[in-house]
């Protein structure tokens, strides 16, 4: 697929997802952060996997809402938001196609020994898995993948959720969709929120931002500008928004 012809796919995924999907209803949230992730990508001499898989293991961080799996008691809670979670996970995608798996433990954590660093003594631990679907990115270099799964706490039974990965990108990145005409990131996937991050001075002119997504999980034509909080030593980090 060429350039051109991936914007016009992106520009087709992202105009029917403008219209819109009915709202799914939910029981709580969580929002985790990816703070570190080593990867490598595998070929084998095999005719059914001729391009790969991409192999990964990440730790990330976050809050999630009381009443949900990873925050089941307000005796848990570490600040206005929830409850502090830590995760360990891995994932396995093939890049022929963007679906894989994923698996992992999570901890919940409260104020420990030190006061003036973050959550860190546990108070609950779980597992998950889950299978993903990465081709919007791999794909089509749309910045997201989707997730369904189970999360099953060390005391209580499992729970389904799904969530979607929020890729950073770069909205003034242009790129020719047309011979001459070109186009920002911001402009092709965020035709509803124009305006750059007005942060961007202070990540040396980037418009950093992530898609926004309806309860679908499905771009909405918007874009989220990202945050101070959302950098981990100067570098935007992938965002994991996961509903249960």
């Known amino acids: 697929m060429t350039p051109t012809t991936r ?34 990508v595998i070929h ?22 009381v009443n949900t799996p990873l925050c089941p008691s307000k005796d848990f809670v570490s600040g206005p938001a929830g409850c502090a979670v830590n995760v360990l996970g891995s994932d396995n995608v093939s890049l022929a196609t963007g679906f894989g798996i994923l698996s992992g433990d999570f901890t919940t954590v409260v104020q420990g020994d030190n006061p003036v660093d973050g959550p860190e003594a546990v108070v609950l631990k779980g597992t998950f ?13 749309i910045p997201y993948g989707t997730v369904v799964g189970k999360v099953r706490p060390a005391r209580g039974p499992s ?3 799904t969530g979607v990965f929020r890729l950073p990108f770069a909205g003034n990145f242009e790129l020719e969709v047309a011979p001459g005409f070109k186009m920002t990131l911001r402009q092709i996937f965020c035709p509803l929120s124009p305006t750059p991050n007005q942060l961007a001075s202070l990540y040396g002119g980037v ?16 874009c989220l500008d990202i945050q101070p909080n959302e950098l981990s030593l100067g570098a935007p980090l992938v965002r994991f928004d996961i509903d249960f």
């Open 159 to 161: 729970v389904d959720f």
């Open 7 to 40: 914007v016009i796919a992106m520009l087709g995924v992202l105009g029917a997802a403008v219209v819109g999907t009915p709202a799914l209803a939910g029981a709580g949230s969580a929002t985790l952060y990816e703070l570190t992730e080593n990867m490598k």
């Open 207 to 222: 418009d950093l931002a992530y898609l926004d997504f309806d309860a679908t999980h499905a771009p909405n034509g918007q």
């Open 44 to 65: 084998k001499n095999d005719k059914n996997n001729p391009v790969g898989r991409r192999i990964a293991i990440s730790a990330l961080t976050g809050v999630a809402q």
């Open 129 to 141: 898995r889950g299978h993903m679907d990465f081709s919007p990115a791999i794909l089509k270099q």
